[in-house]
Nanobody
Framework: QVQLVESGGGLVQPGGSLRLSCAAS????????MGWYRQAPGKQRELVAT???????NYADSVKGRFTISGDNAKNMVHLQMNSLKPEDTAVYYC?????????????????WGQGTQVTVSS
């Protein structure tokens, strides 16, 4: 089990910056992958960025060059630095953790979600 708590959302003007944080209930180095997803009103939840335990990152094309995901192993936290924000970035942002285990040689994958934090980009 992994409990996730997001923070850092809010209202920001276009072109501004926000930093989202996700606190995990256990060491993030023991979690296979962590990431950020977002869901805008009337739209499906979409991937924003992911970070694997090996340090690999992946970003949605719409945020490449503007957002940066990073991990803090000492504090069991993952951050999402969002720069040059646009109105279309407005959404509820969710922290995600994925763990994979082998039981009798059969792989199982578990996903955990935070409660979400609202990001609103508007003038």
């Amino acid at each position: 089990q992994v409990q996730l708590v997001e923070s850092g959302g809010g209202l920001v003007q276009p072109g501004g910056s926000l930093r989202l944080s996700c606190a995990a209930s256990r060491s993030i180095s023991s979690i296979n992958a962590m990431g950020w997803y977002r869901q805008a009103p009337g739209k499906q939840r979409e991937l924003v960025a992911t970070l694997t335990s090996g340090g690999s990152t992946n970003y949605a094309d719409s945020v490449k060059g503007r957002f940066t995901i990073s991990g803090d192993n000492a504090k069991n936290m993952v951050h999402l630095q969002m720069n040059s924000l646009k109105p279309e970035d407005t959404a509820v942002y969710y922290c995600n953790a994925v763990t994979r285990v082998l039981r009798l040689a059969v792989p199982y994958e578990y996903a955990f979600w935070g409660q979400g934090t609202q990001v609103t980009v508007s003038s």
